[in-house]
């Protein structure tokens, strides 16, 4: 059964929005949990539009199941990650006037950088995931470069509608399939929600989907406990 990393990033976005001190990405990392959370993940972005500093580090106080830190392959981030040693850390692409993560990390062309965050992680006893296209030529350089996990992109599938979903999943599965053939641990995330989530928690050897939006959009109606109970009962049936 694939275990369930909420992402609270938009707690903070509420929180930057004003300034101030609430909501508390804190707060809603306890409640996740008592809603069942096998995960926390947190993006700590350059530009810190909605996770600061200060979160990463109380957080890993306060988390007592997987804290799993999406960063960027720079310096900076990969410093304060080496300090505070998340459970784990996947490395993601990071561009400026992106609303959110768009595409899967280009391991092929970006292979120095990727390479040395990849060894950073790993000499701090850090898990690293990659977050990758369904594409066989990034899988298997992730491989050779000592990634442990790979994160598959699911935003085309979650986009695609009808026919073109099915197909968007079948890419997902012959890719999860590559993945542990290679020795990895299978990860999924972006774009996916209640209405989306269950054929992808059905791939075979699926370990842990991690969902933000759609949880925190369920939650400002219901409450944090119960949208991630809700979701964990989803991926779990
Ligand atoms: N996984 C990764 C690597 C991401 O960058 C994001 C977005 O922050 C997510 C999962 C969660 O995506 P969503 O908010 O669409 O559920």
Redo the contacts with the bound molecule.
């Keep these: 059964m694939a275990e369930l990393?909420v992402?609270i990033?938009?707690v903070a976005t509420v929180r930057q929005a004003r300034r101030t001190y609430e909501p508390d990405p804190v707060w809603a990392a306890t409640l996740a949990e008592l809603g069942g959370a096998d995960g926390i993940?947190i993006?700590l972005r350059e530009d810190r539009r909605h996770i600061q500093d200060r979160d990463l580090t109380v957080l890993r106080e306060t988390v007592t199941v997987k804290l799993n830190l999406?960063l960027a392959c720079v310096e900076g981030i990969l410093d304060l990650a080496c300090q505070v040693r998340p459970e784990q850390g996947?490395l993601?692409p990071e561009k400026r006037e992106e609303v959110?993560?768009e595409g899967g990390l280009d391991v092929v062309a970006n292979r120095e950088a990727v390479a040395r965050a990849i060894d950073r992680l790993r000499d701090a006893g850090i898990v690293v995931s990659l977050?990758l296209d369904p594409d066989a030529a990034q899988i298997d350089l992730a491989a050779q470069l000592g990634a442990h996990a790979v994160?598959l992109?699911t935003?085309q599938y979650?986009l695609a509608k009808g026919e073109l979903r099915q197909q968007e999943l079948a890419k997902l599965v012959v890719a999860g399939q590559h993945i542990t053939d290679l020795g990895m641990t299978l990860h999924a995330?972006?774009?996916?929600?209640y209405q989306n989530v269950k054929p992808v928690a059905g791939i075979a050897s699926m370990h842990e989907l991690?969902?933000?939006?759609?949880?925190?959009s369920r939650a400002i109606m219901v409450g944090m406990e119960r949208a991630v109970r809700e979701m964990k009962a989803l991926i779990s049936s």
């Design positions: 990393g992402n990033d938009h993940t993006h999406e996947t993601v959110t993560t977050f994160e992109h935003g979650a995330g972006h774009g996916l929600n991690n969902i933000g939006h759609s949880i925190v």
